[in-house]
Every structure is written in structure tokens, then in C-alpha cells.
């Protein structure tokens, strides 16, 4: 059911919290988990609805997924041990799900279904769908838009393949389904998009190797893998955390922080970015956890400034621009963020529907081909209901731009943040921001 949420300005914001665990590595810590054999518990994952679609859709192909007091456990198959499910898999409203998903399916002697939401049902499955196809999945519908069946094989065919678009997703269901063939796959990309599958790979036991050379990534999973059951603690997500800092940089006097966040160098652009901003970012206690760099951050809110934010960092924070967009309205100057193209095929049109909530704010920007420039003012009008298009990070971003704006900022859909940050709302008012159900602040 969508729910109205407002947010209006707020007094300083101060705390010391987590966010939820990170998005990416749940995903594959349950979907590895099941491609292993014997047990992984996996302590932190993200108990939001996009993971636990993930978790559902490999209960029904036989692997047995269960929390008990935190601790999520995952009873593996073994690879190529999935059963073929009896239901459609329905993947909500996520794109990773589904893509890796699919890598998956491709490698097993079944036929599957899978659907989403309307968002999902939109988004482009060509880019998964065409390496597959060269590595034997066959399609049964003759489209490239969920809801698609999918029939894999017992018999994958090792490919090398060039990611023609920077893309985590597409990488990872290859290499996922390389894990079923004969041989080596290979996937080569020219810019380097996260890499938490091959982290992870690694973690439970796949032969990998990575060669980098001119800025080109070539990464090889040697096939008929077997995987060892793991221990796994998800750190908190960066692309979740973003939400928190940006409002911490925005509201005057603030000073918040982040305990156990991500900070793989390949999903940090967007702290990078705020840095060069002028913003205060502190981090402690930085280590090693799963195999994946974790730190805790703390952010004090203070004067920005508009910077370039060159397209080869895109990769790297790729789920970030919307609100990067808002932090760049409160901005001394202009803010350029080149190369966005990607953003047309996320959980919406991002770059439009980022651009109509400036729009409805009344932040001066716009949009030069793939490039969206924002101009900062020391004052922004805000007094709008924004329309968030089934996509959480549009809900977020908005909600974050009314904590500084002179007028509260409304969503017309706060339901759609439980696709990946539970508890998002009330997290923000601990701190002390504004937020609550539309009709319930203060005009
Ligand atoms: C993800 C990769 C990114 C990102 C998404 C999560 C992943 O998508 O936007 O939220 O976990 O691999 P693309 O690979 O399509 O860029």
C-alpha cells in the first residue's frame, strides 16, 4: 500500500547508529550460499524486501533458507544442485535479484519463471540475456522485458565476454553461471564496477583470477566449481548510509555517526565526491570483515561546494546520484555529474524522475545529454509532493531534501523504501529530523 511521507526542516541531527546491512553482498551471500555445500550463516543481511525476494526464490528451488535470532543460515545445493521450482520466482521490485538470479537458473535443467513489479517488468534483461543465450540458457518468450521462462542447462558452453555497459549485475550473473561450465569464463570490463561477487567468490572457494591492464578487468571463474559453506558478516550499505550523510551535510549544526559501512573502493565514489565538496568525513577503525573493507564515518554537517564529477566515477556511485543532486542544491556553485546514462534503466528513469523533483522543489539545474547540472543556492524553496515511481531511492533523496528546504517536501509512495532500507523513517527521526505521515506536519 503507498503511504504520503513528509519532511520538513529540521534542527541539527545527532547520533550514533547502523544503517541496514549492504544490498549487493546479501544478495549473493544467500544466492552463494545456496550454490554451496553445507551451511552459511550469514549475520547483518539485509532483511528488506528486494533480499528477502532473493531468499524466497531459492527456498523454491530447494535450498533451505532460514533466520533464527539474527542469524540468517543457508543450506546449500551444491553447484548446479537447484531443484525447478513449482511457482513463478517473483522478484519484486529488484534488478539484481533477478539478473544474478538468472545467471544462476542458466546453469540448471529447468525451466523457471520469472517475474517483478511494474518497475522490474520495464527494465532492460537484454544486457544479462544476451551473454546468456551465448552460453545456452534458452528463452521461451521472444521478448527481452519480464515476465520471461527461462529453461537453463546441464550443458553451459565457457564464453569471454565484453561488457558493452559498466554493469556489476550483468558481470555477476556471467560469472554465476560460469560457475556450472566446463572451463573458464571470462568477463572483461573496461571501467570497474563493484566487485563483491568475485570478493565473495573467493570467500567461499571458486578458483578466480583477475588480471588488470590500461584500465581494462579481466576476471576468469573456473567452472564445474565446488563451493564451501561460509561465515559471512554484512557490512552496513553505503547506498544506504548516503541518505543519512547527505541529510547530516545539509542540516545546519549536525553531526552524526555511521558505525560498520562498507567502504570497498569500488562503492565510494560518492564519499569521494563530498570530500572534494568540502565535507567533513571522518573515518575510524577501519578493517577487514568477510573479505570486504568496513569503517565507521562520521560526518559533520558544514559549507559545500559545486564540483565536476567526472563520468569514470559513475561505477562507483552509480546508486547515488539522486541524492548527490539534493546535497548539490545546497551547494555554493554549480555541480556537474557527467556520464549518467545508466540512470535511465534503474528502479526508474532516474535522471528524470531526479530532475522532475528538482523541478517541483525549485532547484535550478538541467540536463545537457547525459550530464545533470545542479545550481546551488543558499536556500531552497522546496513545498512539493514528489513522485517517487515505485523507486526507493527517489523516495529517500526527496525525504532528505526537506529536512533543509524552507517548505516541507512530500512522496507520494514511502512503502517502496522497504524495498532495501527497513526502518529508514524512523532511523531519521531518532536523530531528529522532521518526518511523518503528510497530514501530521505542521503546515
Ligand atoms: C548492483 C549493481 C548496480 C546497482 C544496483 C546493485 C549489484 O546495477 O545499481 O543497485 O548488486 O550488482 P548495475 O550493475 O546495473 O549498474
Given at each position: 500500500?503507498?503511504?504520503?511521507?513528509s519532511a520538513r526542516?529540521?534542527?541539527?541531527?545527532?547520533?550514533?547508529?547502523?544503517?541496514?546491512?549492504?544490498?549487493?553482498?546479501?544478495?549473493?551471500a544467500l544466492?552463494?550460499?545456496?550454490?554451496?555445500?553445507?551451511?552459511?550463516?550469514?549475520?547483518?543481511?539485509?532483511?528488506?524486501?528486494?533480499?528477502?525476494?532473493?531468499?524466497?526464490?531459492?527456498?523454491?528451488?530447494?535450498?533451505?533458507?532460514?533466520?533464527?535470532?539474527?542469524?540468517?543460515?543457508?543450506?546449500?545445493r551444491?553447484?548446479?544442485?537447484?531443484?525447478?521450482?513449482?511457482?513463478?520466482?517473483?522478484?519484486?521490485?529488484?534488478?539484481?535479484?533477478?539478473?544474478?538470479?538468472?545467471?544462476i537458473?542458466?546453469g540448471h535443467?529447468?525451466?523457471?519463471?520469472?517475474?517483478?513489479?511494474?518497475?522490474?517488468?520495464?527494465?532492460?534483461?537484454?544486457?544479462?540475456?544476451?551473454p546468456?543465450?551465448?552460453m545456452g540458457?534458452?528463452?521461451?518468450?521472444?521478448?527481452?522485458?519480464l515476465?520471461?521462462?527461462?529453461e537453463?542447462?546441464?550443458?553451459?558452453?565457457?564464453?569471454?565476454?565484453?561488457?558493452?555497459?559498466?554493469?556489476?549485475?550483468?558481470?555477476?550473473?556471467?560469472?554465476?553461471?560460469?560457475?556450472h561450465?566446463?572451463?573458464?569464463?571470462t568477463v572483461?570490463?573496461?571501467?570497474?564496477?563493484?566487485?563483491?561477487?568475485?570478493?565473495?567468490?573467493?570467500?567461499?572457494?571458486?578458483?578466480?583470477?583477475i588480471?588488470?591492464?590500461?584500465?581494462?578487468?579481466?576476471?576468469?571463474?573456473?567452472g564445474?566449481?565446488?563451493?564451501?559453506?561460509?561465515?559471512?558478516?554484512?557490512?552496513?550499505?553505503?547506498?544506504?548510509?548516503?541518505?543519512?550523510?547527505?541529510a547530516?551535510?545539509?542540516?545546519?549544526?549536525?553531526?552524526?555517526?555511521?558505525?560498520?559501512?562498507?567502504?570497498?573502493?569500488?562503492?565510494?565514489?560518492?564519499?569521494?565526491?563530498?570530500?572534494?565538496?568540502?565535507?567533513?568525513?571522518?573515518?575510524?577503525?577501519?578493517?577487514?570483515?568477510?573479505?570486504?573493507?568496513?569503517?565507521?564515518?562520521?560526518?559533520?554537517?558544514?559549507?559545500?561546494s559545486?564540483?565536476?564529477?567526472?563520468?569514470?566515477?559513475?561505477?562507483?556511485?552509480?546508486?547515488?546520484?539522486?541524492?548527490?543532486?539534493?546535497?548539490?542544491a545546497?551547494?555554493?556553485?554549480?555541480t556537474?555529474?557527467?556520464?549518467?546514462?545508466?540512470?535511465?534503466?534503474?528502479?526508474s528513469?532516474?535522471?528524470?524522475?531526479?530532475?522532475?523533483?528538482l523541478?517541483?522543489?525549485?532547484?535550478?539545474?538541467r540536463?545537457e545529454g547525459?550530464?545533470?547540472?545542479?545550481?546551488?543556492?543558499?536556500?531552497?524553496?522546496?513545498?512539493?509532493?514528489?513522485s517517487?515511481?515505485?523507486?526507493?531511492?527517489?523516495?529517500?533523496a526527496?525525504?532528505?531534501?526537506?529536512l533543509?528546504?524552507?517548505?516541507?517536501?512530500?512522496?507520494?509512495?514511502?512503502?517502496?523504501?522497504?524495498?532495501?532500507?527497513?526502518g529508514?523513517?524512523?532511523?531519521?527521526v531518532?536523530l531528529?529530523?522532521?518526518?511523518?505521515?503528510?497530514?501530521?506536519?505542521?503546515?
Amino acid at each position: 500500500m503507498s503511504e504520503m511521507l513528509s519532511a520538513r526542516k529540521s534542527s541539527s541531527l545527532a547520533g550514533t547508529l547502523r544503517v541496514p546491512g549492504d544490498k549487493s553482498i546479501s544478495h549473493r551471500a544467500l544466492m552463494l550460499g545456496a550454490l554451496a555445500t553445507g551451511v552459511t550463516h550469514i549475520t547483518g543481511l539485509l532483511e528488506a524486501d528486494d533480499v528477502l525476494a532473493t531468499g524466497r526464490a531459492l527456498a523454491a528451488m530447494g535450498a533451505a533458507v532460514k533466520c533464527r535470532d539474527g542469524v540468517w543460515s543457508v543450506h546449500g545445493r551444491g553447484v548446479g544442485g537447484l531443484a525447478k521450482p513449482d511457482t513463478e520466482l517473483d522478484f519484486g521490485n529488484s534488478g539484481t535479484g533477478a539478473r544474478l538470479m538468472m545467471g544462476i537458473v542458466s546453469g540448471h535443467p529447468f525451466t523457471a519463471g520469472f517475474t517483478g513489479d511494474a518497475s522490474l517488468r520495464s527494465r532492460p534483461m537484454g544486457r544479462v540475456l544476451t551473454p546468456l543465450r551465448q552460453m545456452g540458457l534458452n528463452i521461451q518468450e521472444d521478448r527481452e522485458t519480464l515476465p520471461l521462462t527461462l529453461e537453463g542447462t546441464s550443458n553451459l558452453i565457457p564464453i569471454e565476454y565484453e561488457l558493452p555497459v559498466p554493469s556489476a549485475q550483468v558481470k555477476s550473473a556471467i560469472l554465476f553461471a560460469g560457475l556450472h561450465a566446463p572451463g573458464k569464463t571470462t568477463v572483461v570490463e573496461r571501467q570497474a564496477t563493484r566487485d563483491h561477487t568475485e570478493r565473495m567468490l573467493r570467500h567461499f572457494g571458486a578458483e578466480i583470477t583477475i588480471e588488470e591492464e590500461g584500465g581494462r578487468r579481466s576476471i576468469a571463474v573456473a567452472g564445474d566449481a565446488e563451493l564451501s559453506g561460509r561465515d559471512i558478516a554484512v557490512p552496513g550499505d553505503p547506498s544506504s548510509a548516503a541518505f543519512v550523510i547527505a541529510a547530516a551535510l545539509i542540516v545546519p549544526g549536525s553531526h552524526v555517526t555511521l558505525r560498520d559501512i562498507l567502504v570497498n573502493p569500488t562503492r565510494t565514489g560518492f564519499f569521494k565526491t563530498l570530500e572534494e565538496m568540502g565535507a567533513g568525513i571522518r573515518y575510524d577503525n577501519e578493517r577487514q570483515e568477510s573479505g570486504e573493507a568496513v569503517a565507521d564515518i562520521s560526518i559533520t554537517a558544514g559549507e559545500l561546494s559545486g564540483v565536476s564529477v567526472p563520468a569514470a566515477r559513475a561505477p562507483s556511485m552509480i546508486d547515488e546520484y539522486p541524492v548527490l543532486a539534493v546535497v548539490a542544491a545546497f551547494a555554493k556553485g554549480e555541480t556537474r555529474m557527467e556520464g549518467l546514462g545508466e540512470l535511465r534503466v534503474k528502479e526508474s528513469d532516474r535522471l528524470a524522475t531526479t530532475a522532475a523533483g528538482l523541478a517541483a522543489c525549485g532547484v535550478d539545474h538541467r540536463i545537457e545529454g547525459d550530464t545533470l547540472i545542479v545550481n546551488g543556492a543558499a536556500t531552497v524553496p522546496g513545498g512539493a509532493t514528489v513522485s517517487t515511481h515505485l523507486d526507493h531511492r527517489i523516495a529517500m533523496a526527496f525525504l532528505v531534501m526537506g529536512l533543509g528546504s524552507d517548505a516541507p517536501v512530500t512522496i507520494d509512495d514511502a512503502s517502496i523504501i522497504a524495498t532495501s532500507f527497513t526502518g529508514f523513517g524512523d532511523l531519521m527521526v531518532g536523530l531528529g529530523a522532521d518526518i511523518g505521515a503528510a497530514e501530521e506536519t505542521r503546515a
